[in-house]
């Protein structure tokens, strides 16, 4: 079992910035992979941003350019700096892990490839 656990979410203008933070716990596996994932109001769960087990750094499409995922050496903190918020990116964020990690190149797998999951902090982004 690893025990995620969310921090920093809240309000923002549209413009401004937020860093979201999951602390990675009580791991008994080898290595893992973190990522995170969000529910937007009416929509479907999507995968946001992953890190895979050789350091690539995976994003969805519309965050590109606006959002920054890294991690700890340790693989106990991921981290997400989320810049340029728009009103759009207002959402549940969940921090999820992966055991063991996938090979993914482009995009990021669907939910049921994440073990773990946090349980979520909300952002909420203003216009």
């Known amino acids: 079992e690893v025990l995620l656990v969310e921090s920093g979410g809240g309000s923002a203008q549209a413009g401004g910035s937020l860093i979201l933070s999951c602390s990675a716990s009580?791991?008994?596996?080898?290595?893992?992979?973190l990522g995170w994932f969000r529910q937007r109001p009416g929509k479907e769960l999507e995968g946001v941003s992953h890190?895979?087990?050789?350091?690539?750094?995976i994003y969805l499409d519309s965050v590109k350019g606006r959002f920054t995922v890294s991690e700890n050496n340790a693989k106990t903190t991921l981290i997400l700096q989320m810049d340029s918020l728009k009103p759009e990116d207002t959402a549940m964020y969940s921090c999820?892990?992966?055991?063991?990690?996938?090979?993914?190149?482009?995009?990021?797998?669907?939910?049921?490839?994440?073990?773990?999951w946090g349980r979520g902090t909300q952002v909420t982004v203003s216009s």
């Open positions: 999820v892990g992966q055991w063991p990690c996938l090979p993914y190149t482009d995009s990021m797998g669907p939910r049921d490839e994440y073990n773990f």
């Open positions: 009580g791991s008994t596996y080898g290595e893992y992979c």
């Open positions: 890190i895979t087990s050789t350091g690539k750094k």
